[in-house]
């Protein structure tokens, strides 16, 4: 082998590591790619106008959603509360427009009670130092009860849609609805602050070491609340989303968010950072599920066919998020 030869080869083992780690780190992009093409040569009707714009406003609400767990999840905690604060907002918005409120007042009310659930679990968590998962599951309780109070155990109806109703329906060639461009624009804003600052990188030190976090002297209290608190309102604001699409309040609309919720931020969290939970991954993965489960109903699969499916790919994406974990843990040993 010449010297020349040498170097170009040497040159040329960088570029590819470089190409196979963004094949890893975007295999989620592909895997949309390839189930939307495969759908779509036995159903051409999923890349239908009416049915993309279904996809993309579900897509939308459900990013809204999970937004704030996505920074809950990479902390190291979690939020199953979430979906219930999702449900109480929504009926909170429906009783509220029912007994004359304007939608203004309405959604700021919402929005006030999805802080207040989210303040209560991370003054729970971090200063009272209760288990997450314990906390989150009693507050969802309480959310729902609160919910199915509000309206008696039935469906609030709303007259009106409001403001909102436009930017749920297909506008941007008849197919895309302008929800997702606001929503696009606020992943944006989430994924740079979780990658480009501080604020950002104390999320997934938290999640690595809570103790070394605190050493350097970041307020993990503090940290812990707010990011329970931007869950809360994420997640209220995609319930009153849901209440201007559906127009009503839906007491038990939060329950089929749950595992939908959970698997996309942990298989989100097996793209870019592996096992670890971030805004471009959910939002892929977000994608992902909206394409698949789209794809499965166009094909005749039954419910519990769907179900094994999404159940199997939270199981993969909580083994994929535990095993990182454990070799950081192995890692962080060792040094």
């Known amino acids: 082998?010449?010297?020349?030869?040498?170097?170009?080869?040497?040159?040329?083992?960088?570029?590819?590591?470089?190409?196979?780690?963004?094949?890893?780190?975007?295999?989620?992009?592909?895997?949309?790619?390839?189930?939307?093409?495969?759908?779509?040569?036995q159903r051409p009707q999923l890349l239908d106008a009416v049915n993309i714009a279904t996809v993309l406003k579900s897509f939308s609400i459900m990013v809204v959603m999970v937004l704030?767990?996505?920074?809950?999840?990479?902390?190291?905690?979690?939020?199953?509360?979430?979906?219930?604060?999702?449900?109480?907002?929504?009926?909170?918005?429906?009783?509220?427009?029912?007994?004359?409120?304007?939608?203004?007042?309405?959604?700021?009310?919402?929005?006030?009670?999805?802080?207040?659930?989210?303040?209560?679990?991370?003054?729970?968590?971090?200063?009272?130092?209760?288990p997450a998962l314990i906390v989150t599951i009693s507050t969802a309780g309480i959310c729902a009860s609160i919910a199915a109070a509000l309206g008696k155990g039935t469906v609030i109806r709303i007259a009106d849609p409001g403001p909102l109703e436009p930017l749920l329906q297909p506008a941007l060639g008849g197919a895309v609805p302008m929800i997702v461009v606001p929503v696009l624009l606020i992943a944006a804003v989430a994924w740079f602050v979780q990658e480009r600052l501080s604020f950002g990188r104390y999320i997934?030190?938290?999640?690595?070491?809570?103790a070394a976090v605190r050493a350097v002297g970041v307020p993990v209290v503090k940290l812990t609340v707010v990011l329970f608190v931007l869950s809360g309102v994420s997640s209220a604001l995609a319930?009153?989303?849901l209440a201007s699409s559906l127009s009503s309040g839906q007491p038990m609309i939060g329950g089929p968010f749950l595992i939908n919720g959970l698997t996309v931020v942990l298989l989100g969290g097996m793209m870019v950072r592996v096992g670890k939970?971030?805004?471009?991954?959910?939002?892929?993965?977000?994608?992902?599920?909206?394409?698949?489960?789209s794809g499965a109903t166009l094909l005749g699969l039954p419910d519990f066919q769907r179900q094994i499916i999404q159940g199997g790919l939270l199981l993969t994406g909580l083994i994929v998020a535990t095993i990182a974990a454990s070799h950081h843990g192995a890692r962080t040993a060792g040094q």
Do not use: H
């Open 68 to 130: 704030g767990l996505t920074w809950v999840i990479a902390s190291g905690k979690i939020d199953v509360s979430f979906m219930q604060v999702a449900a109480l907002s929504n009926m909170i918005c429906a009783y509220a427009l029912a007994q004359g409120w304007s939608w203004g007042g309405a959604i700021v009310v919402a929005l006030l009670a999805g802080a207040l659930v989210g303040l209560i679990n991370g003054w729970l968590v971090a200063s009272m130092r209760l």
């Open 277 to 293: 939970p971030n805004i471009l991954g959910t939002l892929t993965a977000t994608l992902f599920i909206g394409v698949l489960f």
């Open 239 to 241: 319930g009153i989303l």
């Open 204 to 210: 997934y030190a938290l999640g690595q070491n809570e």
């Open 1 to 41: 082998m010449t010297m020349t030869s040498t170097v170009k080869f040497a040159q040329s083992r960088p570029r590819g590591r470089k190409i196979a780690r963004l094949t890893t780190d975007l295999w989620l992009v592909v895997a949309v790619i390839v189930v939307t093409l495969g759908i779509a040569s």
